[in-house]
């Protein structure tokens, strides 16, 4: 965690984006305001960290690639 503080602070000093590759949804809600989910290289969701919840993660990640 204080490295992602560390990371923020200095994307925001710096007016750039930061992307984080997390599979720790208690990290992405207290840290980040958006989360996007990939599947395969494409955006599988796109959502205001309030709106994703744990049931939705799960089913994310429990999917088999290439599964519709």
Do not use: Y
Not at 22 to 41: A, D, N, S, T
């Amino acid at each position: 965690p204080g490295l992602l503080r560390a990371a923020k602070k200095k994307a925001a000093e710096d007016g750039r984006t930061l992307l984080v590759n997390l599979h720790q949804p208690e990290l992405v809600r207290r840290h980040f305001r958006r989360v996007v989910g990939l599947r395969e290289g494409r955006v599988a969701f796109d959502l205001h960290v309030e709106r994703v919840d744990d049931a939705m993660l799960a089913a994310f990640f429990q999917r088999e690639p290439g599964a519709t």
